[in-house]
């Protein structure tokens, strides 16, 4: 008589423990997801989809072979990830990013992971670290972990938590901006998925109405934080706003409203400063404000992104808003396979392991079910290769970072190793290194890291 498999658990329904579970389901093993909502809502979810996004709609740039995101969106899409097949179905026009239909994205993800048999969903809260007799458990509870399963995490690693604020960029109806003002371009034209090269709204501002919106912004109405999240750090590649330009008042005219790239059609030139809107569902019917994150009240938001020219009569669907963000110390606390030191049979996976980013996330769970999967079958998968963007990230998180100064990291070249021979041009060692990186994956896939059945297809990289 054959023995009954005992499933993998995955505590939360995010885009990292959508994942995992996916990968654990596709190789044919039980799985029971775990997530809380909508018996708990959180801060920032208005649903209880699986792997709802709450922030951006972007998984950022698509350019395989020169951003080190770019490649990890290829190298995932190589080990047949749900949340990159979801994203590139649901795209939309975003220049050279591969933004996507929210909604959409949900619910595509909510149902192919419901429909698999061998898929549990289970809407509960978990409060505590799941015991050794749960067997094999994956945590991926996100930025937005409870209060109690935090506390839990504390009590068992021993470690303080580590937290930061992430703010949420308000959505405008795309009917109320004034198109005899603002216009459709990319930067330098480039097109990406879905795109024509002319997939952003840019609303332009000269010398005058650009001192005028930071003169509004820095006197505006901020929201109060409460006292114990008064010395809790932003994560420096999400700033408000208005954080952005206390630091100085050119602040914002270089990092999201650089005009780079850009010709107002009506003078023939570039514009003093940009704000930039990007498509945010499939109709069109909305636009994000591409790195405009804010933590003002929401009537103040209001009347400061009122000032910016084309928007005067604008209507928000969304409001920029807050919440914060809770990950753990992951080179003092994991091992290389992701598991909790403290309680190895407990994995950690996603944005609280100390990744930004959702394709970040995405990847950690990927990787956690993978590991997962070859536990369960009594072996142990080997690491992706420092070389790929996988290996590169949790190198990163569980090692490769100090852990007195941890902090959370988007995937960047920065964190390969370097090439044999040194490149100093970006445009050619980017390409190296993005090449040596999927050569490097095409190896280690083909040691076993597929699931069964998965088909190992990609685009052709140049």
Known sequence: MMRAVRPIHVVGGGLA?????????????????????????????????LAELVCSNSFRSDDALHNAVGLLHEEMRRLDSL???????HKLPAG????????????????????????TLCREEVTELPPADWGSVIVATGPLTSPALAEAIRARTGSDELAFFDAIAPIVYRDTVDMDVAWFQSRYDKPGPAGTGADYLNCPLDRDRYEAFIDALLGAEKTEFKEWERSTPYFEGCLPIEVMAARGRDTLRYGPMKPVGLVDPRTGRRPYAVVQLRQDNALGTLFNMVGFQTKLTHGEQ????????????????????????????????????????AAPHIRMAGQITGVEGYVES????????RFAVAEARGGELASPPPETALGALLGHITGGAAAETFQPMNVNFGLFPPLPVPMRAKAERNPALARRALAALGAWASTGARAPGEACQSRQMG
């Open 362 to 369: 995405a990847a950690i769970g990927l990787l956690a079910g």
């Open 83 to 89: 949340v990159m097949a979801a994203a590139d179905r």
């Open 96 to 119: 050279g990013a591969l933004a996507v239909d929210r909604e959409g994205f949900a619910a595509e993800i909510t149902e192919r992971l419901s429909s698999l048999p061998d898929v």
């Open 302 to 341: 209001k009347r400061v992104l009122r000032l910016i020219p084309g928007l005067e009569r604008a209507e928000f669907a969304r409001l920029g808003g807050l919440h914060r963000n809770t990950f753990i110390r992951s080179p003092r606390l994991l091992d290389r396979q992701l598991r909790l030191k």
């Open 17 to 49: 423990g959508s994942e995992a579970a996916w990968q654990i389901a596709r190789a044919g093993l039980p799985v029971v997801l775990h997530e809380m909502r909508p018996v708990r809502a959180t801060e920032a979810h208005r649903t209880d989809r």
